[in-house]
């Protein structure tokens, strides 16, 4: 999940801070110490983490593309210069573009704001953009939400008191319900000082971007690793009370499969995983020269020469092209599978399947599965010639039924005349009438289309009365029968408008 930091270079960003002892700091030196202290945490924890810095006042510039190379940001950083007002709209265009020109929209994406506070002045202001939200044509659009998916992390270099003295505060609540509510404002705590935006940077650290250690187990094997990104909590929307699922620490591999039995299930994210480093060595291969990061780092440099079971894991599904299904939780299970980015480097990477017990229909239940030395006979045939995927349902089901669908007009017209024959055709057509009429109104009712219900039954009163008078007498009697069916049902009282119930032929002396 790529980065943008958003950096306030505006004239209020040099205002002091009062230190009691010590050499007088701006605010923007603070900024500087915090955004330090992140890259410096990216660079050891999150080093697969693509980040570009952006510097903005009433225009916006990006000093640093999206890069892994954190001494390259850092550099940034130390030569900022000062400018004038602050414009957070035109900056927000300007991450909008640069990110849909390197990822596109559906990558999601972190953006860290970092200002003081002040919202500028005049046109331009925030203050000012948020108030002409609903005066503007399509061409100058509020950039907020950003097309693709986003969480906006605010760092105010002021204490929540000194935003809440004027509408700050509620304009950048305002500003993170539009960007869809997926981040968090953060204020610093007590005296501005050092001290205190150290700590309100490692509240983000710990919210957004902790790394998620667990530990790969299979059988008596078992493996420290990182998953990256962090796996988000999935809630579920079927359930009564929707709690957040959580991938657990403890990743237990339950089994292998083929990768054609597999296919290409539907999945709701992908993440890479990577052995722990476990010594000297290993440490200066994964976080040396930064320069070179732009290669992601291999499981077997990740491992060193220590035996890995993880490295081991790798090569085995890369070489025999099968895919180990792990559980990540209660009724949640995921892949582990070999996924190569060149000819010569492949990657160990997991995707997280819907949970449930059966997230992939064509394999039944995961816990129906079981080691091929249990079957009675070799599933796959001695020659490897059949498959027992995809699993068939002990109910067979028909696809052959009759539902009515009305997709555009002209079907529902065709239904509604073909009534409209077949009661001209009274009563030697009988029988399909009145199929005809309970296959319209049960989808009728369905859909809780009420007025058509009673448009039919109008149009059968109106054929009713233009019988020639050559017509069968049953046939007057069958159509107002139906006509007074219908307008019943169309009233949606429960005793006429059940959807199993039927309209019969009316009995009278002339039907047989």
Known sequence: MPTVVLMDVSLSMTRPVSQDGSEEFQRKNLAVHGLNMLFEHMASNYRLEFTALMAFSSLWELLVPFTRDYNALQEA??????????????????????????????CPCQ???????????????????????????????????????????????????????????DNLEELLRLSGGDGQIFTMEGPLCMKSVQAMFGRLIDHAYSPFHAVLHCGNLSSDVQV??????????????????TVSTDLEIVGFIEIADISSPPVISRHLVLPIAVNKEVDEVGTGATE?????????????????????????????????????????????YSQADSKKKSNLMMSLFEPGP?????????SHLGPISEAAENPYGEDDS?????????????????????????GLQTDVQKILRNARKLPDKTQTFYKELNRLRKAALAF??????????????????????????DAAFQLSHAAQQL???STGDSQYAAFDHNIVPMHTDFSS
């Open 111 to 169: 953006v860290v704001l970092v200002t003081d506070g002040s919202l500028g002045i005049g046109k331009g202001s925030l203050r000012h953009s948020l108030q002409t939200l609903k005066q503007r044509g399509e061409d100058k659009k509020f950039p907020l939400p950003f097309p693709f998916p986003t969480k906006l992390y605010i760092m105010s270099i002021a204490n929540a008191e000194e935003l809440q003295m004027t509408d700050a505060m």
């Open 358 to 366: 059966e997230p992939l229909p064509w394999l039944g239940k995961i």
């Open 448 to 473: 809780g289309f009420w007025e058509l219900l009673k448009g039919v039954a109008d149009l059968l009163e109106r054929e009713c009365t233009m019988l020639p008078d050559s017509a069968h007498p």
């Open 77 to 106: 950083l130390s030569n900022l210069e000062d400018y004038d007002k602050t414009c957070i709209e035109s900056a927000l265009h300007g991450v909008s573009n640069m990110v849909q020109q390197e990822w596109g929209s559906a």
């Open 228 to 245: 990256f990104p962090r796996p988000e909590p999935v809630v579920i929307d079927e359930e009564v009370e929707p709690m957040p699922r």
């Open 386 to 410: 059949k498959s027992p995927f995809p699993v068939q349902p002990s109910v067979k089901r028909s696809y052959a039924q009759n539902v009515t669908v009305w997709i555009k007009a002209s």
């Open 292 to 336: 070179e990061l732009e290669e992601e780092p291999s499981a077997s440099q990740m491992a060193g020469k220590s035996p890995n079971f993880c490295v081991l894991l790798h090569g085995s599904l890369k070489v025999e092209g099968m895919v180990a299904l792990v559980q990540l939780g209660p009724e949640w299970y995921g892949m582990l």
């Open 487 to 489: 307008k019943l049902a």
